[in-house]
């Protein structure tokens, strides 16, 4: 299970891991783009020393880029490796995905081949996964498409805390691979186009030679091309798209050339294309399919231009980053989700929380209606309760027709003044009698029998009992609510619009649904559970909120057992 610090280390290295792949997209030249995707390895995979090796025209890699070091740089770049020996190496190394790696015992064999290395001097390892100073880890770079052309071999040595990557290091830099293959693919692409562009500026005598360049480049471009026009009426209509743009947006040439690009982008990101500039403007965006789907792009501008007349076509690269845009929202779910139950975790849960509390407390008006925080429930009532409003899912009140940006429906509350734009939260009436005040619940649910399951039948148990208890919490309340996990055998529930009788209802709601048996592995078992009912209010903050349930989960707990004990 992950510890509560993982989230926060997963979230850091993914926002390095982010900035270093946006990196690679302002490199000017193959030889800056090549420099980059070294420096990306040290300042964003946390290794000290990364190699870039490049595949010549001939075959064999070349040392084209260094980063970490200045005596090993100055010692092996420019140095050649045959392919015969990285072919070797790269066989006989144990996969970890697209990654290879040759550890220090197997390693000996290859001292005496011709691939350009360096050695640091260092003891032996004093356990199992800590890196050795001849481990060698590679990450191979391949071209996009079906072939898997080899561009190159990413080669990193001394990873800063010592150890071998787990798989959250290892998924990191075999993802940077793959980003840092795409930009020295479009590296040489751009490379190829700017010649040409030159070629057709200043070389009237050869212009054939040109356009005919020009035309290659730009059909056989591994990723999507667009000429568009500039200025006039048809500003920015498509005038000419090769076969990869065709292919990725599901429409032909000939029904590509009705539209412009502003026809073609999400409602949503309409904004982000019209701030794109012309020359050397780039932005991310979703373009329609004729299907009805949109796939995130990359959009890269170049103004071709006449020496005479000035500027006559827009040409536009066009980059399918569909799948880095789904890695990015798999890392960033992960980070903050529980990875047993794929509940929203700990990180998560407080930040949906501090969203929506403020410092200052509600004016004294709305204040002053809410009494406190709520409490415990009554464990004998069972059973549905009746609202004004319509019915949820789960038979409680749905008050609101819109919901918060995070799950939780919200209404202005009166008093706050024309300036308040924030909607303070209240507490309903800690009294016997419902004053009408909704406010947002937050019911801490903590298992009661639990741990004997642990210490009885294992973790495995455990770990089933944990994921259809969070099923079953999941179910019981409405599609705006959350149930996230806070650790060990301890679950939150925020279910915004509820009064306090509607948040006792609720308790008891998922307390029935929890307690029937559990099957795993043809065994029943049994587990209960506590609730303390908690009210956020403006004013508090989040941990004194978590505290407020806490507190009144162990008053209910100790009650109950106080209670049994007495029928006992």
Not at 33 to 52: H, K, P, S
Not at 84 to 98: F, H, I, T, Y
Not at 455 to 480: K, M, P, Q, S, Y
């Amino acid at each position: 299970m992950e510890t509560e610090s993982e989230p926060y280390v997963r979230l850091s290295t993914l926002r390095q891991l982010h900035q270093v792949v946006a990196d690679l997209n302002t490199a000017r030249s193959l030889a800056d783009t090549l420099q980059t995707v070294a420096d990306g390895v040290v300042a964003g995979l946390n290794y000290e020393l990364a190699c870039v090796n490049l595949v010549r025209p001939d075959g064999d890699l070349v040392v084209a880029a260094f980063a970490g070091s200045s005596a090993a740089e100055a010692l092996i770049t420019g140095r050649v490796g045959s392919r015969a020996s990285w072919e070797r190496r790269l066989a006989m190394a144990d996969a970890w995905g697209d990654l290879r790696f040759i550890p220090h015992t197997e390693g000996w064999v290859l001292m005496e081949d011709d691939v350009p290395q360096w050695h640091t001097d260092g003891p032996a390892p004093r356990f199992e996964d800590e890196w050795h100073p001849h481990d060698r880890l590679y990450a191979p770079m391949y071209a996009s498409g079906s072939g898997r052309e080899l561009l190159g071999v990413i080669s990193v040595d001394r990873p800063r805390n010592g150890r071998h990557p787990g798989p959250w290091g290892q998924e990191a830099l075999q993802m940077y691979a793959s980003q840092s293959a795409i930009a020295i693919s479009n590296a040489r692409l751009r490379s190829n186009m700017q010649r040409a562009l030159v070629r057709l500026e200043r070389e009237q005598q050869a212009l054939r030679a040109s356009e005919e360049s020009f035309r290659q480049a730009f059909e056989y471009a591994p990723s999507g091309m667009a000429i568009a026009e500039m200025g006039g009426d048809q500003h920015g209509r498509l005038l000419r798209t090769n076969d990869a743009l065709c292919r990725l947006l599901g429409r032909p040439a000939s029904v590509m050339r009705r539209y412009s690009f502003a026809d073609l982008v999400h409602p949503e990101d309409i904004g982000t294309l019209l701030r794109t500039s012309a020359e050397g403007g780039r932005a991310e965006l979703r373009l329609g399919r004729r299907d009805g789907t949109y796939v995130w792009v990359s959009l890269r501008n170049s103004v071709v231009a006449d020496t005479a007349d000035g500027p006559r076509f827009l040409l536009t690269h066009v980059e399918d980053i569909e799948e880095r845009k789904r890695h990015e929202l798999q890392l960033a779910h992960r980070a903050s989700h529980d990875a047993l139950t794929g509940l929203p975790n700990s990180a998560e849960l407080r930040s949906r929380l501090s969203a929506r509390l403020c410092e200052r407390p509600a004016a004294p008006a709305v204040a002053a209606q809410a009494g406190g925080y709520g409490g415990g429930y009554d464990s004998a009532r069972d059973g549905g309760y009746e609202t004004s409003g319509a019915p949820g899912p789960s038979g409680y009140e749905v008050p609101y027709e819109h919901e918060h940006e995070h799950g939780f429906g919200f209404e202005p509350a009166g008093g706050l003044g024309p300036y308040d734009h924030h909607v303070h939260l209240v507490a309903p009436s800690s009294g016997e009698t419902d004053d009408g005040t909704k406010g947002l619940a937050v019911l801490f649910c903590d298992l009661d029998g639990f741990k004997s399951i642990n210490d009885r039948f294992g973790h495995h148990t455990g770990d089933a009992v944990l994921i259809e208890v969070a099923r079953r919490l999941t179910t019981g309340v409405r599609d705006g609510d959350t149930v996230a996990r806070l650790g060990g055998d301890e679950f939150v529930v925020l279910a915004d619009g509820l009064g306090a009788a509607d948040a006792a209802d609720l308790a008891v709601r998922l307390r029935n649904a929890i307690i029937p048996p559990i099957r795993v592995d043809g065994r029943a078992v049994r587990v209960g559970a506590s609730f303390g009912i908690g009210w956020a209010e403006c004013g508090m903050s989040v941990e004194e909120v978590l505290n407020s349930a806490d507190q009144r989960m162990y008053v209910e707990k100790r009650s109950r057992a106080k209670l049994h004990r007495r029928a006992g």
